[in-house]
């Protein structure tokens, strides 16, 4: 199931204190970015981290679920309701962020 406009748009606003937070559509689901750098997914109406030692610290016990078949598993952030939470959150997370890669030019 596709993540409805009406869930990115709760998200966005959620991280709305954040300064540089973008995002893209992918086949009906959302890659967030943090300063051009992926910082999360929103997948089938769940915000999906990459598992990283502040993630895991910051969520413990927090379920470990891929974002699509065959994608690596990622950590469901359940208490997308706390914006405080969500920004100390992508805020520790930022060093860990990796930039997407560039794609190579076509011939």
Do not use: W
């Not at 679920?65 to 405080?84: Q, S, W």
């Not at 992508?90 to 997407?100: D, H, R, S, W």
């Amino acid at each position: 199931m596709a993540t409805s406009k009406e869930y990115i748009d709760f998200i966005l606003d959620q991280l709305s204190s954040l300064e540089g937070i973008t995002f893209r559509k992918m086949m009906g689901e959302y890659i967030i970015y943090l300063n051009e750098k992926i910082a999360a997914y929103v997948c089938d109406h769940r915000l999906l981290v990459k598992i990283t030692p502040t993630a895991q610290k910051m969520l413990p016990g927090a379920p470990a679920e891929p974002p699509y078949a065959g994608a690596k598993d990622m950590i469901l952030v359940e208490n997308v309701d706390d914006r405080e939470f969500l920004a100390n959150l992508f805020t520790a997370l930022e060093p860990e962020m990796t930039l997407p890669k560039k794609k190579k030019p076509r011939k």
